[in-house]
């Protein structure tokens, strides 16, 4: 009893691409290897352009264009069911590849509870959303530049206690259609849709929703969330990206056999 509840345990979370496809029938989208030069990097594509990692985030860059081929700019939304499972490292890096193959770029952080792109950029978050919806920025002044050519950034601005509510504001989707006319790619890192509902509000204007795993801490239980938000709120379009898989578990074709 003590080896089949040992079992049960371990069994309750994904840890290789097989695990994920045995039980959903979304596609999925890319496989992201763990790192150990990477360490708390978040620009990992750019500081390590020859590592796995890189070459990974190049194969769903690549996939990325077989999505939504006719539309002119594409609304890209990252979430995952909880924290921790790497969705703010994949938006930052999703962002950067699709720069480096000069494709124009904006990476909005639209996570008002928890934000992390300043950080991940060593930017100031004195200016950014949470300005522009109630009328104290315009769009130029919430733009930020990065080290990283071809892409830019809009914060989250200053901290406020309505985070939610500003996430509904009839500004947000002025905001979308501004940046529609400028950008060839808009990624929008948002909270877990676990957690909170923010997420939900944009994936019905996204062209690709990716859900982020983590191998060895998402439960398989979290793929169920995911079922149920194409079910219930007739979101389509959704991709799993699995991060932090062992190398030895990532399969041909997903960057494998690019580590430095």
């Known amino acids: 009893f003590l080896l089949v509840f040992i079992k049960g345990m371990f069994y309750n979370y994904i840890n290789t691409k097989d695990e994920l496809k045995d039980i959903t029938d979304l ?36 996939n990325l264009s077989y999505f939504a081929p006719k539309v ?32 124009k770029v904006i990476l909005v952080d639209l996570d008002l509870h928890k934000p992390k792109q300043a950080n991940a950029f060593n930017l100031h978050n004195d200016v950014g959303i949470t300005s522009y919806v109630v009328g104290k920025a315009n769009l130029n002044q919430i733009i930020k530049d990065t080290a990283i050519e071809n892409l830019q950034i809009i914060l989250t601005g200053p901290r406020t206690p309505n985070a939610s509510e500003l996430i509904v504001d009839p500004m947000m989707d002025k905001l979308l259609e501004e940046l529609k006319n400028l950008y060839e790619y808009i990624i929008i890192d948002t909270p877990p849709v676990g957690l909170l509902s923010d997420a939900l509000v944009f994936m019905k204007h996204a062209d690709l929703n990716l859900y982020v795993l983590k191998a060895g801490y998402s439960k398989r239980d979290f793929v169920d969330i995911a079922h149920q938000i194409t079910e219930k709120n007739d979101i389509k379009h959704i991709s799993f990206i699995l991060n932090n898989v062992n190398a030895k578990n990532i399969p041909a074709g997903y960057g494998g056999g690019y580590y430095a």
Do not use: M
């Open 27 to 62: 596609s999925i989208i890319g496989v992201i290897g763990k790192s150990k030069e990477a360490g708390d990097e978040y620009l990992v594509v750019d500081k390590f352009p020859q590592s796995q990692i890189a070459e990974a985030f190049r194969v769903i860059r690549t």
């Open 72 to 103: 002119k700019s594409k609304i890209l939304l990252v979430t995952s069911s909880v924290a921790g499972e790497g969705k703010t490292f994949c938006a930052v890096n999703i962002a950067t590849t699709l720069a480096k193959a000069k494709k």
